[in-house]
Nanobody, 125 residues
Framework: QVQLVESGGGLVQAGGSLRLSCAAS????????MGWFRQAPGKEREFVAA????????YYADSVQGRFTISGDNAKNTVYLQMNSLKPEDTAIYYC??????????????????WGQGTQVTVSS
């Protein structure tokens, strides 16, 4: 069984930075892509960023473009999310996800096969 474990969340003031990490453990598997979603209280889970290993293609939600950077190590099935210029509206639980096969697109949670438990990010104003 594959497990994804996130770390790096916490409390930060507006304008600050955090770096999230996600590592896969368990049985060996090769993923097509990995990504990050977030869910704020009372809201649906939304796409944040994704990294397709083939070609190193990255995808971002408009709300984080230019502030967040996704990177990773395919061989280790590890992905990172560097978050700069954080805003109070970035407050949410951040989830790591892995797509084992190809996808229709990176933006849909249904395209991912494995999920982490989430890490809380809180940005104070």
């Amino acid at each position: 069984q594959v497990q994804l474990v996130e770390s790096g969340g916490g409390l930060v003031q507006a304008g600050g930075s955090l770096r999230l990490s996600c590592a896969a453990s368990g049985r060996t598997f090769s993923s097509y892509a990995m990504g990050w979603f977030r869910q704020a209280p009372g809201k649906e889970r939304e796409f944040v960023a994704a990294l397709r290993w083939s070609g190193g293609i990255t995808y971002y939600a408009d709300s984080v473009q230019g502030r967040f950077t996704i990177s990773g190590d395919n061989a280790k099935n590890t992905v990172y999310l560097q978050m700069n210029s954080l805003k109070p509206e970035d407050t949410a639980i951040y989830y790591c996800a892995a797509a084992a096969r190809g996808w229709v697109g990176p933006y849909y949670s249904t395209q991912y096969d494995y999920w982490g438990q989430g890490t809380q990010v809180t940005v104070s104003s």
